[in-house]
T-cell receptor
């Protein structure tokens, strides 16, 4: 079974600064998908970014980028120019490559606080 | 396109009762997954439905069941409620027909069992 570990329960960053959230995972599969979701106080889970394991290029979405290290099974999220609206719980998630397996396995989350 | 909707948003029940939660996916999406979120256990996968068939199931007791209708709307039922069933129940939808799809989540139903 796959597992996802987020070792930082809480992080804080000054507004406009950069912060990196860590995620490691364990799997025996060679192809899979990784996601970062954001859950603000409203509790709505919002997709931040996704990465396909077969792609060597790290995914980027505006101020959000990932550092995907397949051999190390590491998938960190970098948030640049942090904004107050970035304050939320961030969850790293894994999805199997197999067709029909929609299950997401989540980490325990990192609570990000933005300091004005 | 409208997003994933869940009803009701909040629910209070007592032990031993049963409850039904509803989820309407994004138009065109045929896969609906359910997750339970609690402070102690985090986010856990309950089950997934595609074209009215349960395709995947998590490790939850048989008190947790679901179904999907021909319009892809899904319901989740919990019978004989226990205090530990208090949680945020999240529904997510995807097209369900490829391996590279993303799941989009609804706002959740917060269930409190007294």
């Amino acid at each position: 079974a796959q597992t996802v570990t987020q070792s930082q329960p809480e992080m804080s960053v000054q507004e406009a600064e950069t912060v990196t959230l860590s995620c490691t995972y364990d799997t025996s599969e060679s192809d899979y998908y990784l996601f970062w979701y954001k859950q603000p106080p409203s509790r709505q889970m919002i997709l931040v970014i996704r990465q396909e394991a077969y792609k060597q290029q790290n995914a980027t979405e505006n101020r959000f980028s990932v550092n995907f290290q397949k051999a190390a099974k590491s998938f960190s999220l970098k948030i640049s120019d942090s904004q107050l609206g970035d304050a939320a719980m961030y969850f790293c998630a894994y999805r199997s490559q197999f067709f029909g397996n929609e299950k997401l396995t989540f980490g325990t989350g990192t609570r990000l606080t933005i300091i004005p | 396109k409208a997003g994933v909707t869940q009803t009701p948003r909040y629910l209070i029940k007592t032990r031993g009762q049963q409850v039904t939660l509803s989820c309407s996916p994004i138009s065109g999406h045929r896969s609906v997954s359910w997750y339970q979120q609690t402070p102690g256990q985090g986010l856990q996968f309950l089950f997934e439905y595609f074209s009215e068939t349960q395709r995947n199931k998590g490790n939850f007791p048989g008190r947790f069941s679901g179904r999907q209708f021909s319009n892809s709307r899904s319901e989740m039922n919990v019978s004989t409620l226990e205090l530990g069933d208090s949680a945020l129940y999240l529904c997510a939808s995807s097209a369900g027909q490829g391996i590279s799809e993303t799941q989009y989540f609804g706002p959740g139903t917060r269930l409190l069992v007294l």
